[in-house]
């Protein structure tokens, strides 16, 4: 299977500490997305990236949120110092080309914490 | 302002009916492009269509049908003849031109099919 892929899928941790998300974009795709989801309501924007250079980021990216996609390849996400409001899944999406493309969406990384 | 509405949160159906689902959308671009995406308990968001705004064509896809009419800017969605399998969250998206980079969701419509 060559979709997109997260880990991990599922993340309990206690609030205050740190955690990360890596995601693998479909491999010839040159753009990645990071959604987050809560209970009942549709994803939303969170950044996106053009090969290694982040180039937009949601009003909904905290300080203690943080993005990285080194070699335009892989991706991690992380969260320090998680608060309670930060319980969601997490979702990483890829498309190639330009704007207005299919995003491809993974499983998501479900997030509580506690 | 929402750019995408789904106004029905969740829908019950009878197995082997046909089911409409509503998607209204707002923007002020002249090029956009309108989605549909599944997603089942597993959790993953799951493509089903993409459409252009220059292209008003309906579409089928087996039992699937979409129906674009941009002078009520409405994307709505039919599943004839349904199946247990349908019973999913149902989400409508719209990307613009000149923000393409990000995607507005509705906030989903949940779709139970009972045997």
């Known amino acids: 299977d060559t979709g997109v892929s997260q880990d991990p899928r599922h993340k309990i941790t206690k609030r205050g500490q740190n955690v990360t998300f890596r995601c693998d974009p479909i491999?010839?795709?040159?753009?990645l997305y990071w959604y987050r989801q809560t209970l009942g309501q549709g994803p939303e924007f969170l950044t996106y990236?053009?090969?290694?250079?982040?180039?937009?980021k949601s009003r909904l990216l905290s300080d203690r949120f943080s993005a990285e996609r080194p070699k335009g390849s892989f991706s991690t996400l992380e969260i320090q110092r998680t608060e309670q409001g930060d319980s969601a899944m997490y979702l990483c999406?890829?498309?190639?080309?330009?704007?207005?493309?299919?995003?491809?969406f993974g499983e998501g990384s479900w997030l509580t914490v506690v | 302002a929402q750019k995408v509405t789904q106004a029905q949160t969740e829908i019950s159906v009878v197995e082997k009916e046909d089911v409409t689902l509503d998607c209204v959308y707002e923007?002020?671009?002249?090029?956009?492009?309108l989605f549909w995406y599944k997603q089942p308990p597993s959790g993953e968001l799951v493509f089903l269509i993409r459409?252009?705004?220059?292209?008003?064509q309906n579409e089928i896809s087996g039992r699937y049908s979409w129906n674009f009419q941009k002078s009520t800017s409405s994307f709505n969605f039919t599943i004839t003849a349904s199946q247990v399998v349908d019973s999913a969250v149902y989400f409508c998206?719209?990307?613009?031109?000149?923000?393409?980079?990000?995607?507005?969701f509705g906030t989903g419509t949940s779709l139970t099919v009972i045997p």
């Open positions: 999406a890829s498309s190639l080309g330009r704007a207005g493309n299919t995003i491809y």
């Open positions: 491999s010839e795709h040159n753009r």
């Open positions: 990236f053009q090969n290694e250079a982040q180039l937009e």
């Open positions: 923007t002020r671009d002249t090029t956009y492009y």
């Open positions: 459409r252009n705004s220059f292209d008003e």
């Open positions: 998206a719209l990307s613009e031109a000149g923000t393409g980079n990000q995607f507005y």
